[in-house]
């Protein structure tokens, strides 16, 4: 389960780093016939703006978005407690993004107090609320998630990130008739909420009801970018009886994301099951070659060689996947008959 609703806010960070861009020229002396070069980089700029405004929060906050993406999490997080040591009252956004800074170093304890210590300030706040109940949500802290989630609701009846989230809480809690009204509360508030339909593809997959098609064929429309999504609903087409329209999405999935093992792995078990043994062994093997740990590659390519009747090649593959997954009794078996 993904918890990783695209809360509101995320859009401002572009926003606010055009700006301090823009800043930093005026400071530097950009167009204005000043002698010193510019620094190439936006990290270099906003660092270059920093050492000419050091009380400016809103540099710091900048210069943490930056570090974010970067994946230096620790160096955001000091960046954004420099940001609230300077206005801690103004900015809730700053004590999310600490939050989400610890939580990407696994401080989850740090991270629930950055997230608190918002909500104290700004009790009313629907993004810190929805933050808060995010992480609970990842914590596993189900009741204090939906307590938060209640507040929001009360505050906008129709929030849909708020409904995103309940979805994920009812699911994991094993009500899967409400997961899916919380799911669909949520994109009909939001018709481009992509995650929402991709839930719902899943959710409704996992329950056998063939609709799942039309919310994955929705996911898609939004982003074609994310191979999970014509994965799932390959899947999906094949589960209820479309192996031939399964295989060709499996086909252009390979196709578009040449490094997306799963795709490798689930086309050659339908080649296979198809009778196309021959291709399902050089499937299983550009699984392999993409994911060379994986136990079960090595096990399905063993059966697909042993009915092409190469007995070496098939052993070979089974101790092979034996060495990796010591567990995998069907391995065990199997080789125990050649």
């Given at each position: 389960m993904s918890s990783s609703a695209k809360l509101p806010g995320c859009r401002e960070h572009l926003f606010l780093i055009i700006s301090v861009l823009t800043l930093v020229s005026i400071l530097t002396g950009c167009g204005g016939g000043g002698g010193s070069e510019v620094p190439r980089t936006p990290l270099q700029q906003i660092e270059t703006a920093i050492a000419s405004e050091p009380n400016d929060d809103s540099l710091y906050h900048?210069?943490?978005?930056?570090?974010?993406?970067?994946?230096?999490?620790?160096?955001?997080?000091?960046?954004?407690?420099?940001?609230?040591?300077?206005?801690s009252?103004?900015?809730?956004?700053?004590?999310?993004?600490?939050?989400?800074?610890?939580?990407?170093q696994a401080e989850s304890r740090k991270a629930l107090d950055a997230?608190?210590?918002?909500?104290?300030?700004?009790?009313?706040?629907?993004?810190?609320?929805?933050?808060?109940?995010?992480?609970?949500?990842?914590?596993?802290?189900?009741?204090?998630a939906m307590a938060l989630l209640d507040k929001v609701f009360l505050r906008d009846p129709s929030q849909p990130d708020a409904w995103y989230l309940a979805g994920h809480l009812f699911l994991e809690m094993g009500d899967t008739a409400r997961a899916v009204n919380a799911y669909q509360k949520a994109v009909d508030t939001r018709p481009d909420m992509r995650n929402a339909w991709k839930q719902l593809g899943d959710v409704l997959t996992a329950l056998h009801i063939e609709r799942a098609i039309s919310y994955?064929?929705?996911?898609?429309?939004?982003?074609?970018?994310?191979?999970?999504?014509?994965?799932?609903?390959?899947?999906?087409?094949?589960?209820?009886?479309?192996?031939?329209e399964a295989i060709e999405l499996f086909r252009?999935?390979?196709?578009?994301?040449?490094?997306?093992?799963?795709?490798?792995?689930?086309?050659?078990?339908?080649?296979?099951?198809?009778?196309?043994?021959?291709?399902?062994?050089?499937?299983?093997?550009?699984?392999?070659?993409?994911?060379?740990?994986?136990?079960?590659s090595y096990l399905q390519r063993a059966k697909a060689l042993q009915k092409l009747g190469d007995r070496p090649g098939a052993r070979s593959d089974l101790e092979t996947a034996l060495r990796l997954d010591p567990g995998l009794e069907e391995a065990r078996v199997l080789l125990k008959s050649l």
């Open positions: 900048a210069l943490s978005v930056l570090l974010s993406e970067a994946g230096r999490h620790g160096e955001a997080g000091e960046a954004l407690l420099r940001a609230l040591s300077i206005d009252t103004r900015r809730p956004e700053y004590h999310i993004a600490l939050s989400q800074a610890y939580l990407m997230i608190d210590a918002a909500l104290r300030l700004f009790p009313n706040h629907i993004p810190s609320l929805l933050e808060a109940a995010r992480l609970r949500l990842i914590l596993q802290q189900h009741i204090p994955y064929d929705n996911a898609l429309r939004l982003d074609s970018t994310e191979p999970e999504l014509y994965h799932n609903k390959a899947y999906a087409l094949n589960l209820f009886g479309n192996r031939a252009q999935l390979c196709s578009r994301f040449p490094s997306y093992e799963p795709g490798f792995y689930h086309l050659a078990l339908l080649l296979a099951e198809s009778d196309s043994t021959q291709a399902a062994v050089e499937h299983f093997g550009v699984a392999i070659r993409l994911n060379p740990s994986e136990a079960g």
